[in-house]
């Protein structure tokens, strides 16, 4: 079966192409994958293929985007993704010391997702709180000012 949008989804997908230009259809490239992420947690190739037609793009070119960018996952994450600033700012305040403990706390290493698929933990650039540091973004929720009591209670009050 081929990959398609829900229903709900294929609608948000045509407000998004209708903001363009009908000849400028593939600048909705990124907007398209970040809905295709929300909609299957990530983007396979069957997705990038899929985006690709409704925009009338190669998937190549579409491919060429959501490789670049690192925030589109390119296989499937865990529940909770956490992105551990890794920037000078933060890494001058200790984030080295958090992911460090996270992956002691989650037996697991950067770039890897926990066994039942609850964490997937990644170092990241700059999340824009430079004067907050160490920061962590735990799927959209950004913490700041990051101790490793902070960070237990954290991992603790997810469900
Ligand atoms: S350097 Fe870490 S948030 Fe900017």
């Known amino acids: 079966m081929t990959l398609e949008f829900s229903p709900e989804a294929r609608q948000r997908a045509e407000t998004i192409i209708r903001r363009y230009p009908p ?3 593939k600048a909705a490239v990124i907007p398209l ?3 295709a992420q929300e909609e299957w947690g990530y983007i396979s190739a069957e997705a990038m293929a899929y985006v690709a037609t409704l925009i009338e793009a190669p998937p190549v070119k579409v491919a060429e985007v959501a490789t670049f960018y690192p925030m589109f996952n390119k296989e499937p994450i865990g529940k909770y993704e956490i992105q551990v600033c890794h920037t000078l700012p933060c890494a001058l305040t ?3 010391r958090i992911v460090k403990h996270l992956c002691e706390k989650l037996n ?3 770039g890897q997702t926990t066994p039942d698929r609850r964490f997937t933990l990644k170092k990241v650039e700059c999340l824009a709180a430079c004067d907050r540091g160490p920061v962590m973004l735990v799927n959209k929720t950004l913490y700041t000012n990051l101790t490793l009591e902070q960070v237990d209670d954290i991992l603790n ?3």
Request: aromatic share 6%.
């Open 23 to 25: 000849q400028y259809k």
């Open 33 to 35: 994958l970040h809905l």
């Open 94 to 96: 200790g984030c080295g």
């Open 108 to 110: 697991i290493q950067v």
């Open 157 to 159: 009050g997810l469900e």
